[in-house]
């Protein structure tokens, strides 16, 4: 089962070796751990689905309505809700698109196979995209959406970010030098082993099953 907030609080204090949290506030360890799962969504983003109904005509289709979208990785049009995924991959004409973003509202430019006309008002389509990963409860989340094997990752991170965090904090205190030396040195190597896994699971990720440009838009004769 996914683990809550309070769950990793627990993983990263006892990694911090700080179980009553009197050297690494909770504030500071939900902090590093926001940050580490920043970190976590630009290498391996949560991947979701959405089916919209068109509010008009047009190659080009606003998605407001999706929360938190970072990148669109497949679109089937036409679409049908009521017939299963073989024939509407089958009926799909999106040979590849753009996606923009304008006063950071999100909208995809489709490119449709030639000779096969627009999408129209209430027509359906279907949008795989990706967005931030979540833990239940930090920042107000509902849900963690972080693959279990991956948790002990975050771990890592967080206490990184944590005790780099706990270097600045001690770095002017009298007689600290020493303490604060160490903390430093052991939270750039707990994000080193971070940064590392990172790159490993980025690698693995899953990608779209369409290229996101398609084919290309042909040059014209001012390109060529």
Do not use: C
């Not at 196979?113 to 239940?136: C, F, M």
């Amino acid at each position: 089962m996914p683990s809550t907030l309070a769950q990793f609080r627990t993983r990263i204090s006892q990694a911090l070796l700080d179980t009553s949290n009197v050297s690494f506030a909770i504030a500071a360890i939900d902090e590093a751990l926001q940050t580490a799962l920043d970190d976590y969504s630009q290498a391996a983003p949560f991947s979701n689905e959405a089916l919209l109904t068109l509010p008009g005509a047009g190659r080009t289709i606003a998605l407001d309505s999706i929360t938190g979208l970072l990148a669109v990785t497949q679109i089937w049009w036409p679409y049908d809700s009521l017939k299963d995924d073989d024939v509407n991959d089958a009926a799909n004409l999106v040979d590849g698109f753009v996606l923009r973003f304008d006063d950071a509202r999100p909208a995809v430019q489709l490119k449709i196979r030639s000779g096969s006309g627009a999408p129209v008002l209430n027509d359906e389509i279907y949008v795989w995209y990706t967005k931030p990963h979540t833990i239940q409860n930090l920042a107000s989340s509902a849900i963690t959406t972080v693959v279990a094997t991956h948790e002990t990752g975050l771990v890592t991170g967080a206490s990184g970010y944590a005790a780099l965090a706990r270097a600045i904090d001690i770095t002017e205190t009298y007689n600290q030098r020493r303490a604060q030396a160490e903390i430093e040195s052991w939270g750039l190597r707990q994000l080193a082993t971070f940064r590392a896994w990172l790159a490993i699971v980025h690698t693995a990720a899953p990608v779209g099953r369409t290229k996101v440009f398609g084919t290309g838009w042909q040059l014209d004769k001012w390109d060529k």
